[in-house]
């Protein structure tokens, strides 16, 4: 066997086990993905990087629990929630099908091993506990599923339940599962679970699986949510991070798991061989002395924030154009933070980022009462010294 080739074999494995194609990442197509329906989306920004059939409503399964951790992540920011609170768990918690934890009626669980439950083992009756604990019965809970789905601008999204069982009705689209996904990692705290391969429940007797097996695979992964019935097929919700580069890769409606997490891997290979972070210093131009009419100085000093970091395309990284718009003077009184101006950074004439231009310090106005104890202050200073000279 040549040495070039066993090179290139060492070179597969390698990248195997990191969880990296080999091949050369190509542009994607519709064609290339075999799910009927995509989305990749930039987390930071919530720009769409591809699409293939974004807005198609169809059934989610258990992609829907993103919206139910979500609401229980918000809950627990405002203190609505603690980690340590008991949940209990109620029959109809109990009854749910499907993938579950086997609650038992009246069992009870802290809300951070029911999260666990739901977020790794994908537990549709741990879901409904939360659910219950929060609202006070499933359907309240499922009201403010909806609520936030408004507030989100998910437009082709109906819950009808709080774990994603088939349901006539219950429907959403890969771009509203990208918009949730977004929201939800607004909660870094999700990732403990998100991540997590395998764990445990009951002091070791129930063994957590995550339904996400690119957290084996993928480099970078963070998460998030996978989904599969009947009626919706196999879905995927796949997020990842490499670089400052952060991405979400919808895939609903798969014919297997296989083939959801194949694309998925696709959607964010995609995204990381073509797209960057940018993150260009203040202009110089931004830190300047402005004119104050009628103030106690005659000039005030400017400050600008560096722009917080966007993505670019790999390669035009400097093609993005900054424009520093400032007045040629300001009346007084000027306070130190009022906004005097502001950067306006564009790419391909689209404005991408704005970030204001304010005043460093306070300038007073002026007035016939300062101007009058101002002359005070230098005659009273003049006459000491020549008090002193004599």
């Known amino acids: 066997m040549k040495l070039s080739h066993k090179l290139s074999m060492v070179a597969a494995v390698l990248f195997v086990l990191s969880g990296v194609c080999p091949s050369k990442v190509q542009a994607l197509s519709e064609d290339s993905l075999t799910a009927p329906s995509a ?16 807005h198609e409503v169809r059934a989610c399964a258990s992609i829907t629990k993103i919206m139910t951790v979500d609401l229980v992540m918000e809950a627990l ?55 219950e604990h929060l609202c006070g019965s499933e359907e309240e809970f499922v009201e403010k599923m909806n609520e936030k789905a408004k507030a989100l601008s998910m437009n082709e999204t109906v819950f009808k339940n709080c774990n ?20 939800l990692l607004r909660h870094p705290s999700v990732l403990q679970f998100s991540t997590t391969w395998m764990d445990e429940l009951r002091g070791g007797k129930t063994q957590l699986v995550n339904t996400n ?36 890769a919808v895939v609903l409606g798969s014919a297997s798991g296989k083939e959801r997490f194949s694309d998925a891997a696709r959607l964010l290979d995609d995204g990381f061989a073509h797209y960057a972070m940018a993150s260009p210093e203040a202009p110089a131009k931004a830190f300047t002395q402005i004119p104050v009419s009628g103030g106690m100085s005659e000039t005030v000093s400017t400050f600008c924030k560096k722009a917080s970091p966007f993505l670019v395309k790999k390669g035009e990284e400097g093609s993005i154009v900054e ?39 306070d300038v007073e106005e002026m007035t016939t009462g300062k101007v009058f104890r101002i002359l005070v202050r230098l005659l009273a200073g003049e006459g000491s010294a020549a008090h002193q000279e004599s």
């Open 77 to 131: 920011d405002e203190g609505l929630l603690q980690w340590d609170d008991t949940v209990t768990a109620s029959e109809h918690a109990a009854s749910m099908g499907g993938s579950d934890i086997w609650l038992e009626p009246g069992e009870t669980m802290s809300v951070r091993d029911m999260l666990k439950a739901t977020m790794i083992a994908s537990a549709n009756d741990a879901a409904v506990a939360l659910a």
């Open 213 to 248: 097996k690119l957290i084996k695979s993928y480099s970078g992964i963070t998460g998030l949510k996978t989904g599969t019935t009947s009626q919706a097929g196999s879905c995927v919700s796949a997020t990842a991070e490499r670089d400052g580069v952060s991405l979400i």
């Open 39 to 54: 989305v990749l989306m930039d987390a930071a920004s919530g720009e769409v990087l591809f699409a293939k059939n974004p």
């Open 164 to 183: 994603g069982l088939d349901e006539e009705g219950h429907v959403t689209s890969a771009y509203d599962v990208a918009l949730m996904s977004r929201d």
């Open 323 to 361: 424009e520093v718009t400032l007045p040629e003077s300001v009346p007084a009184p000027v306070h130190q933070g009022d906004v005097l101006g502001q950067v306006v950074y564009k790419k391909g004439g689209e404005q991408i980022a704005e970030i204001p231009i304010t005043a460093a310090q």
